[in-house]
């Protein structure tokens, strides 16, 4: 891999910054989500009690530190730098769910933890170059691409599917209904939040994004995403199955 660039190490800097807040947020969300469960309906049953638990609040703003961190790093490197090293974020998980939630980490949960790793380091070492993009217009094209756009809508019609059919009937006792709906969505989250901040980036740089109709797009789908992702992420959070099933299951979501 050639000399990372200043932008680069920024760039990475924020994201493993990212994936330490983001992995503890679970963890300290869990802590909330558990007791509010205690005392009324969970998160997993339809209840919203945990919006009166503080600890359900300190999580989501741990997370919401680690997401902006992961923004900010969205600005800096290209996003097949970033997004693998979202993977540290379940290592974290893992970590702090072994020791203050008392879920025994058994050794294929510390070899999903390795594969991630494993898999991260590879993907970013051999991580293609990045296009360079001088306007947000130049992202929508790209995705508008017939081929994006089918990936797109196979995307929607697949969570679809989840949501309205899988979710009611598997959805309490199949963690993977879940882990499929917020992984599903993170795709495209991604992608929209690449597109968002390398608005903000040029915007700060003198050149306005914001005055196109495409930057605000990408921001209501961003909003949409990760309304979507926080509300199945409490349900994970607060089924019976360990916690360790999922964070050991699934890679970064999105920038949630």
Request: charge should be positive; charged fraction near 10%.
């Amino acid at each position: 891999m050639d000399q990372m660039s200043p932008d680069n190490i920024n760039g990475l800097i924020l994201a493993v910054s990212s994936s330490i807040f983001i992995g503890s947020s679970f963890i300290i969300k869990k802590k909330g989500l558990k007791k509010a469960g205690a005392s009324g309906v969970r998160a997993g049953e339809g209840g919203h009690g945990y919006l009166s638990e503080p600890w359900w609040w300190a999580g989501m703003i741990t997370m919401i530190v680690g997401e902006v961190a992961n923004f900010a790093a969205y600005a800096f490197a290209p996003a097949i730098l970033v997004t693998p090293l979202g993977a540290l974020s379940i290592i974290v998980s893992a970590v702090l769910a072994h020791f203050i939630l008392k879920e025994k980490l058994h050794i294929f949960g510390v070899l999903g933890c390795v594969l991630c790793v494993v898999g991260s380091v590879t993907i970013v070492l051999h991580a293609p170059h990045e296009q360079e993009i001088e306007s947000v217009k130049q992202v929508w094209k790209l995705a508008t691409e017939p081929s994006f756009l089918l990936y797109s809508a196979v995307i929607l019609f697949a969570v679809l599917v989840l949501i309205f059919y899988c979710e009611p009937r598997y959805g309490k006792t199949h963690l993977i209904v879940y882990v499929g709906i917020c992984s599903l969505m993170g795709s495209l989250t991604v992608m929209s939040v690449k597109a968002v901040a390398i608005a903000i980036k040029l915007t700060f740089s003198g050149m306005n994004q914001f005055k196109y109709f495409h930057a605000w797009i990408f921001i209501l789908v961003v909003a949409i995403c990760c309304l979507l992702q926080i509300n199945y992420l409490n349900k994970i959070h607060s089924t019976q199955r360990s916690f360790l099933r999922f964070i050991t299951s699934c890679s970064q979501l999105s920038p949630l």
